[in-house]
């Protein structure tokens, strides 16, 4: 069955917008990100005009499998019958885009550890270098998928039998115990190195997946390869980038992932949370910490926990990070304590609140980047100061809001001719200031123009983005509006007990 979308009846989802994609490169420039990678299919025409524009270098990606199956019914059901054709499609469609740098043949393909995977690559690239020899062509390897017909043998030379037979209830234990504690080793393994070599042999950049570990010995065995961390996790942010800083073979880092997006859902969430953008673009916690180890921020982040989760240890697993966020209004939280988290790269943290120092600790690279407090909240001004060599070089605050009052519309910056607008719904104090611990269920009403979407970065929500009531999330909601002709649109947002707030398109 064809179903065709019209221009009128597109809701997000369904199709993309110019002005969506470039919000989120827009986003991403701003996060410190210079690069993106297709994950794991090739790129739509929005977001590479998006990255032309906004000059975001972008890995172009082809397929995400190839004759093996990852799942029941996926593409490599007709991958053998379609592969040219769809790459030759890709160059012709993204050739004369500069934001462009390489081709990606695959990603995590299991034909990559076996001859058939070789030759399959050796075809793919030779055909891509005839099509377009301006560029190189990557292949995206995760060991794990290419040696997984032989991970028994890779598991029990590294565990021992003695440490397999104690843990040996099922073979699952045995995997999961490897998968934990020494990943690194299997990576390295010579099975390992054996089988991905004539993969890499193949193309001109080499992507590895989760592979830091080999950084430096595969340099040593192939001095010419050039590596890029083409998908790497968030546990290993510092150590990944002083690797890159070190290796010049290394040319970079691709995180996974930059958003937070519907899929791959966690255990009582409706979404993958590994992003460093959550669903509506805020920045998180993880972005903040990133942006303190690439060196581009100047001044401290702040980062307060959830005073509900004080205390209690949190499954983060490798992609996860702490959920807290840069504020200190914290209303029936007085007398509790929260941990606050300072990133920064100095030497030490004075940490004051309401002017008086409540504790000093190191910081900066041998700490990695972070400094913990434990502190008892009370409203005011928390204050951290970053110092090196005994002086101040920053600091940065935070002021506790005061009741939510009011309900506020902030329309991001647009161009004349967007269709699309994005406006942000706060729940604030008298003066303005956003109150993200007095959460509502506010009301949006939508006059001369179409709601593509309404919602929060709430990934544990059931409530509907296309519902006109709508909870807020640490305050806010995010109204994602359609202009559908040149006439303005009325926006307007109401909650119980909180004064309304209305805005022209």
């Known amino acids: 069955?064809?179903?065709?979308?019209?221009?009128?009846?597109?809701?997000?989802?369904?199709?993309?917008?110019?002005e969506y994609e470039l919000r989120r490169v827009r986003l991403l420039k701003q996060a410190g990100f210079n690069a993106l990678r297709s994950s794991h299919n090739p790129i739509s025409r929005p977001l590479l005009d998006a990255c032309d524009r906004l000059g975001m270098l972008v890995m172009d990606e082809g397929f995400d499998c190839w004759n093996t199956g990852k799942m029941d019914h996926d593409y490599s059901l007709v991958f053998a019958e379609n592969w040219e054709n769809d790459l030759r499609a890709m160059v012709e469609k993204d050739y004369n885009h500069p934001s462009v740098f390489t081709y990606s043949i695959g990603n995590e393909i299991p034909d990559t550890g076996a001859e058939a995977g070789y030759l399959q690559a050796r075809r793919m690239t030779?055909?891509?270098?005839?099509?377009?020899?301006?560029r190189p062509v990557c292949n995206c390897?995760?060991?794990?998928?290419?040696?997984?017909?032989?991970?028994?043998?890779?598991?029990?030379?590294?565990?021992?039998?003695?440490?397999?037979?104690?843990?040996?209830?099922?073979?699952?234990?045995?995997?999961?115990?490897?998968?934990?504690?020494?990943?690194?080793?299997?990576?390295?393994?010579?099975v390992v190195t054996r089988a991905i070599e004539e993969s890499y042999a193949e193309v001109d950049l080499c992507g590895y997946n989760y592979m830091d570990a080999r950084y430096r010995e595969d340099h040593k065995?192939?001095?010419?390869?050039?590596?890029?961390?083409?998908?790497?996790?968030?546990?290993?942010?510092?150590?990944?980038?002083?690797?890159?800083?070190?290796?010049?073979?290394?040319?970079?880092?691709?995180?996974?992932?930059?958003?937070?997006?519907?899929?791959?859902?966690?255990?009582?969430?409706?979404?993958?949370?590994?992003?460093?953008?959550?669903?509506?673009?805020?920045?998180?916690?993880?972005?903040?910490?990133?942006?303190?180890?690439?060196?581009?921020?100047?001044?401290?982040?702040?980062l307060v926990g959830r005073p509900e989760k004080f205390g209690k240890p949190e499954n983060l697993g490798n992609w996860g990070w702490t959920d807290a966020i840069p504020s200190w209004t914290l209303h029936g939280s007085e007398g509790k304590l929260v941990q606050v988290n300072v990133y920064a790269d100095a030497d030490e943290i004075e940490l004051y609140l309401n002017g008086q120092l409540l504790e000093r600790k190191p910081v900066g690279n041998p700490q990695a980047y972070i400094a913990q407090f434990d502190v008892t909240?009370?409203?005011?001004?928390?204050?951290?100061?970053?110092?090196?060599?005994?002086?101040?070089?920053?600091?940065?605050?935070?002021?506790?809001?005061?009741p939510a009052a009011k309900l506020l519309l902030h329309p991001e910056t647009m161009d004349k001719d967007d269709r699309i607008i994005f406006v942000w719904a706060e729940v604030a104090d008298q003066d303005g200031n956003l109150v993200t611990c007095q959460d509502r269920a506010v009301t949006l009403t939508v006059e001369g123009g179409q709601c593509l979407g309404f919602g929060s970065a709430d990934t544990a929500s059931s409530e509907?983005?296309?519902?006109?009531?709508?909870?807020?999330?640490?305050?806010?909601?995010?109204?994602?509006?359609?202009?559908?002709?040149?006439?303005?649109?009325?926006?307007?947002?109401?909650?119980?007990?909180?004064?309304?707030?209305?805005?022209?398109l």
């Open 1 to 18: 069955m064809c179903v065709h979308v019209t221009a009128e009846s597109r809701q997000l989802g369904a199709a993309t917008w110019k």
């Open 126 to 134: 030779e055909l891509l270098h005839r099509l377009d020899p301006t």
């Open 141 to 190: 390897i995760n060991a794990m998928f290419s040696v997984m017909d032989r991970m028994g043998g890779i598991i029990e030379d590294i565990l021992g039998k003695e440490a397999i037979a104690r843990n040996q209830e099922s073979e699952v234990n045995s995997l999961m115990l490897a998968f934990a504690t020494r990943m690194d080793d299997i990576v390295r393994h010579p």
């Open 221 to 302: 065995r192939y001095p010419h390869r050039v590596i890029v961390g083409s998908e790497t996790n968030a546990l290993r942010i510092a150590d990944n980038w002083k690797l890159i800083l070190d290796c010049p073979h290394v040319i970079g880092d691709f995180c996974w992932t930059a958003m937070d997006y519907i899929g791959e859902s966690a255990p009582g969430q409706f979404a993958a949370v590994c992003g460093d953008l959550d669903l509506t673009g805020r920045r998180k916690a993880k972005s903040y910490y990133r942006e303190t180890v690439w060196g581009l921020r100047d001044t401290p982040a702040i």
């Open 377 to 402: 909240y009370q409203p005011g001004e928390l204050t951290a100061v970053a110092c090196r060599d005994g002086q101040e070089i920053s600091r940065a605050s935070l002021v506790t809001a005061g």
């Open 464 to 504: 509907n983005f296309y519902d006109m009531t709508r909870a807020t999330f640490d305050g806010q909601l995010l109204a994602i509006i359609r202009r559908q002709d040149d006439h303005p649109i009325q926006l307007t947002v109401t909650a119980d007990a909180l004064e309304s707030a209305a805005a022209i």
